[in-house]
């Protein structure tokens, strides 16, 4: 079965930047697209963003210019660059593989 391993989390200061990797185990995992969704305490999870095996990216409007999504098929990892991060972006953040494969979630605290 096909892992997703978050890291990178932590506690960053608002306008700071922060980079979530994620690493997947298994082969052809480059025809799959992979994102990151977050959820916040009383929230539903919601999608941050995700790229497509090709590269094409999609954002939530609230992230757009800050964040930026990328991959690196060579090492099934898929990374979330986060720049300015605003207390709003606190959450838990999910790596997503698009065979249905969620990852355990790593917490991003943003402080003011």
């Known amino acids: 079965q096909v892992q997703l391993v978050e890291s990178g989390g932590g506690l960053v200061q608002a306008g700071g930047s922060l980079r979530l990797s994620c690493a997947a185990s298994?082969?052809?995992?480059?025809?799959?697209?992979m994102g990151w969704y977050r959820q916040a305490p009383g929230k539903q999870r919601e999608l941050v963003a995700s790229?497509?095996?090709?590269?094409?990216?999609n954002y939530a409007d609230s992230v757009k210019g800050r964040f930026t999504i990328s991959r690196d098929n060579a090492k099934n990892t898929v990374y979330l660059q986060m720049n300015s991060p605003e207390p709003e972006d606190t959450a838990v953040y999910y790596c997503?593989?698009?065979?249905?494969?969620w990852g355990q979630g790593t917490q991003v605290t943003v402080s003011s």
């Open positions: 997503w593989g698009g065979w249905g494969s």
């Open positions: 298994g082969s052809r995992l480059s025809i799959y697209a």
């Open positions: 790229i497509s095996s090709g590269g094409r990216t």
